[in-house]
């Protein structure tokens, strides 16, 4: 993420509006596009409310450098339940070239990249990852009224 600093409104805008972007009305019409403007809604959303929850107004460059695209880390510093939790990681399917062949797994705050560039998670999958994301979304409209 940018170093550039953004306001608490700024990022409750961006939420609203990636999330109008990110969930199609039907399940089948769901493509990568979709999944990472889903990524990019929650993780504006997670921001905003650790904002809202620190008193500040102004998500700063200490605050994007410390956190990044780590969901994980911004659900443990708002102390979300365990019942609210996102994947500890994810698998693509191995990526051959020739005779080479090079395994795919990353921390899920990197699957934004695989949404990115075309990839398909394969553990969980991208819908089972979609589910955990729309799960925390909920949770963040509770929190951001």
């Not at 102390?79 to 795919?104: I, N, W």
């Amino acid at each position: 993420m940018s170093a550039i600093p953004f306001t608490d409104r700024e990022l409750m805008r961006a939420w609203r509006e990636l999330l109008m972007v990110a969930t199609p009305s039907a399940e089948s019409d769901r493509l990568n596009p979709h999944r990472l403007l889903l990524f990019y809604a929650v993780e504006c959303g997670l921001k905003a409310v650790w904002l809202k929850r620190q008193s500040r107004t102004l998500f700063e460059s200490a605050d994007i450098h410390r956190m990044g695209h780590d969901l994980q880390q911004v659900l443990k510093d708002l102390k979300v339940g365990s019942g609210l939790s996102l994947p500890e990681s994810f698998h693509l399917p191995a990526a051959s070239q020739g005779a080479t062949s090079l395994q795919r797994n990353a921390k899920f705050g990197d699957v934004h990249q695989a949404w990115r560039y075309g990839g398909r998670c394969q553990t969980p999958t991208d819908q089972d990852c979609e589910k955990q994301l729309i799960k925390v979304l909920d949770w963040i409209r509770g929190e951001l009224k």
